[in-house]
């Protein structure tokens, strides 16, 4: 009585921590596709603001900051210039980081420390690269075994995290650099107006 009791509870705790990692790995998932998705938002807005940088009107006026401020040839028209060459710079760094926090990549040294010899049954990678029949047995013979399947999650959880922290610094990176750029590029654009206006 007491071991079937001890078996049960055994299990019941397999069963919960299979749960609980796979609400990890959810949660990593849905991680991964928030940073997706606000990448994609960024770039779409990053893509409308070239348009209007890129418009005729826009392109007129800033000629005429910028031949202004090559007449004058003073320190502060120069570092406005550099600044602002600086800004549209931040904008394509920007945009350069949002568009590497959408490219799919795994580190090598991730997938090698995680898959010890072994297919999984949850990296898409192991999976596609499996015939059908073998990757069938496989996922078979994980599920019957409650601690073959605890370390494939284990592993998928750990993988799903590296590529949500990678995610989330290029997209950390890109909203900090093209916001920063754009509020800049702002701010000057208003300067030059001033500048031209006082001419």
């Known amino acids: 009585m007491e071991t079937e009791n001890a078996q049960s509870n055994s299990d ?3 069963d919960k921590l299979i ?3 796979n609400l990890s790995l959810e949660r990593t998932t849905k991680l991964i596709e928030r940073s997706d998705t606000k990448a994609s938002i960024m770039i779409t807005a990053l893509s409308i603001i070239f348009g209007i940088i890129f418009r005729d009107s826009f392109i007129k006026i800033a000629k005429k900051i910028v031949k202004h401020n090559l ?3 003073s320190f502060w028209n120069i570092l406005y210039l550099l600044i602002s060459l600086a800004a ?3 904008l394509f760094i920007g945009l350069t980081y949002l568009i590497t926090t959408l490219i799919p ?3 090598k040294k991730y997938t090698e420390e995680t898959s010890s010899g072994d297919d999984s049954i949850y990296f898409f990678d ?3 690269n499996m015939a059908f029949n073998d990757f069938t ?3 078979k013979s994980t599920i019957d075994d409650s601690q073959k399947q605890i370390l494939q999650i284990e592993k998928q959880l ?3 995290s590296e590529i949500a922290s990678q995610k989330y610094h290029f997209l950390k990176r890109g909203i900090f650099i093209s916001f920063t750029s754009i509020l800049s590029l702002i701010i000057l654009f208003v300067i030059g107006l001033v500048m031209l206006k006082m001419k």
């Open 12 to 14: 019941n705790n397999t």
């Open 19 to 21: 749960s609980d990692l």
């Open 71 to 73: 007449e004058t040839r």
């Open 88 to 90: 549209i710079l931040g």
């Open 105 to 107: 990549r795994l580190n």
């Open 126 to 128: 192991s999976v596609s």
């Open 137 to 139: 047995k496989l996922y």
């Open 158 to 160: 750990y993988i799903n």
